[in-house]
Nanobody, 124 residues
Framework: QVQLVESGGGLVQAGGSLKLSCAAS????????MGWFRQAPGKAWDIVAA????????WLADSVKGRFTISRDNAKNTVYLQMNSLKPEDTAVYYC?????????????????WGQGTQVTVSS
């Protein structure tokens, strides 16, 4: 069993930065791929970023490449999403998710554990 708790969301002006954290409990964190997803009001889920178990492989959605970075610290059981040059269209609830395998998936179905979400609002 894995429990995930996100933090770091908030209100920021366009062009600003936020760093989201996702603290995980459970012995399997260091062997699990992790992902960040987001959902804006009235829109479908979007995957934002994913990272394999060791942090050696990452994936970023085209819409955030060059602006967002995903990383993890297995000693702290934490995965991060550094978000720079934020845009109003980045406004959404951001969720972290843990997979059951060491290599990431870009589909929500590849993740079995989800956090409660943290709101990110970018004002223009």
């Amino acid at each position: 069993q894995v429990q995930l708790v996100e933090s770091g969301g908030g209100l920021v002006q366009a062009g600003g930065s936020l760093k989201l954290s996702c603290a995980a409990s459970g012995r399997t964190f260091s062997s699990a791929a992790m992902g960040w997803f987001r959902q804006a009001p009235g829109k479908a889920w979007d995957i934002v970023a994913a990272i394999n178990w060791s942090g050696s492989m990452t994936w970023l959605a085209d819409s955030v490449k060059g602006r967002f970075t995903i990383s993890r610290d297995n000693a702290k059981n934490t995965v991060y999403l550094q978000m720079n040059s934020l845009k109003p269209e980045d406004t959404a609830v951001y969720y972290c998710a843990a997979g059951s395998k060491p290599y990431y998936s870009t589909s929500p179905g590849g993740y079995g554990y989800w956090g409660q979400g943290t709101q990110v609002t970018v004002s223009s």
